[in-house]
């Protein structure tokens, strides 16, 4: 049997392609089709011999399809009309309609892939847009397993909450016993993490980390460990985060089954200082940054507009390890402008750079942009993508 031929469709930046080589299947994308040319840029720079068809999918006819006689299809359809974020348009947004169109010509393919795969966001699991999938699936004789995984299931340090759909025919072995249920870790599996960044302590200790909500403080049952200050529901402790939040972020920091940041970060050198916050942003927006220091084990979810708007985007990385984050926000709204700047500079806070955001997304190091790339293009481009690791397609293969 020759190698799986492989449709990988929405290919961005091409994360399922490299999570389908980091899974080591004998596998060949037979065409890759992204409407972003930017995207394609990067993708033609890292897989240079792989067919990109720059078109859309809606463009694409049922004998082209026919004429690529593939065994599998991987796709990231665009994610905007299922976030929580956005307006929720479902199958009624635009966005959705080459979606739609891959559903209504699947059935009347001449031969149907054996495989499928399927990334969104979280938020895709109760849309119209899954139940017309599931529909098709089963109307065309596929078995399916859905999923809802964060990278840190895997020890990597950032929350990035993903749907996940796998489907294989009837005719094909399916190893998942649990149709109708969305699976939130892998069933027969240990924490993996890439070789390189494998640390060893720990990592046996919890198969996954989703916090169970009892681990959380709640505010309302005065079991804090005595602080007491959570019998207030919601005060801000400081820097606009309550009891609640920073429990979590605590609870986080501790466990010792998620890797420290610390295995994700580039060496510091000279050119870092272009990640620096500015000042107006410090001065503006320090009070909404999620901070995090190279010994955390925690990163917020980097959004493609990460380091161009500063609220929920990704946290930002506190270079001056020593310095105590509380003690630079305690009573700092009584300063001058110049005194707040002052003591919020002491934390030296950067952004992540686009090749950090790369490693905790699971990309290897081989993994590049072409030199005129922006910087901003980079972080939207990753923003856009998915976590290699994670994907099923790479851990099942
Ligand atoms: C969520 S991103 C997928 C990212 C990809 N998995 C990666 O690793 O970069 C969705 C992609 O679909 C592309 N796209 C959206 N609508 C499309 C369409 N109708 N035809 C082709 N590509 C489309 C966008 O340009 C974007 O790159």
Redesign the pocket.
């Known amino acids: 049997m020759g190698p799986v031929r492989v449709l990988e ?8 392609h ?1 999570a389908l080589t980091e899974s080591c299947i004998s596998a060949e994308v037979v065409a890759a ?4 040319t930017v ?1 394609n840029e990067v993708y033609k720079h890292n897989f240079p011999s792989t067919p990109l068809w720059a ?5 694409i006819t049922l004998t082209e399809l026919n004429r690529l006689s593939f065994d599998m299809i991987l796709m ?4 905007q009309p299922f976030t929580r974020i956005g307006l929720q348009g479902d199958v009624s947004d635009p ?1 959705t ?2 979606f739609l169109y891959i559903l209504d010509i699947l059935p009347r393919l001449q031969r149907l892939p054996k495989y499928i795969l399927l ?1 969104n966001v979280k938020g895709f699991e109760t849309s119209s847009a899954r139940d017309k999938l599931v529909e098709t699936l089963k109307k065309c004789g596929f078995k399916y397993q859905e999923f809802l995984l964060s990278p840190t299931c895997l020890g990597i340090p950032n929350s990035r909450l993903r749907y996940f759909l796998i489907a294989k025919l009837q005719s094909e072995l399916f190893s998942f016993q649990t149709p109708g249920q969305i699976l939130e870790n892998f069933p027969d599996q240990e924490p993996k993490a890439s070789v390189k960044h494998r640390v060893a302590a720990g990592l046996e200790k919890e198969s996954c980390f989703m916090p169970p909500k009892e681990e959380y403080i709640d505010p309302n049952s005065g079991s804090d460990g005595g602080s007491g200050q959570c019998s207030q529901k919601e005060a801000f402790v400081f820097k606009l985060e309550t009891a609640k939040e920073m429990e979590k972020k605590w609870n986080q920091d501790s466990n010792l089954s998620i890797q420290m940041l610390k295995d994700f970060l580039e060496e510091d050198g000279e050119e870092m200082s272009q990640y620096f916050l500015p000042p107006k942003a410090l001065l503006r927006y320090a009070f909404l940054l999620d901070i995090v220091t190279p010994s955390c084990r925690r990163s917020t979810c980097f959004t493609k507009g990460y380091s161009h708007y500063v609220e929920g985007t990704g946290s930002v990385l506190q270079t001056a390890e020593d310095v105590q984050l509380q003690s630079v926000f305690k009573s700092i709204e009584m300063l001058s402008e110049e005194e707040k700047l002052m003591k919020l500079s002491t934390l030296k806070l950067r952004y992540f750079t686009p090749r950090e955001v790369a490693n905790l997304h699971g990309f290897p190091p081989e993994f590049g942009f072409p030199d005129k790339i922006t910087m901003k293009q980079r972080y939207r ?1 990753l923003g ?3 976590n290699v690791l994670i994907t099923p397609a790479h851990n099942h293969g």
């Open positions: 469709l929405y290919s961005g930046i091409g994360g399922m490299q089709v992204d409407v972003n995207a078109k859309t999918i809606e463009g990231s359809p665009p994610c966005r309609n080459s990334e481009l856009n993508s998915l």
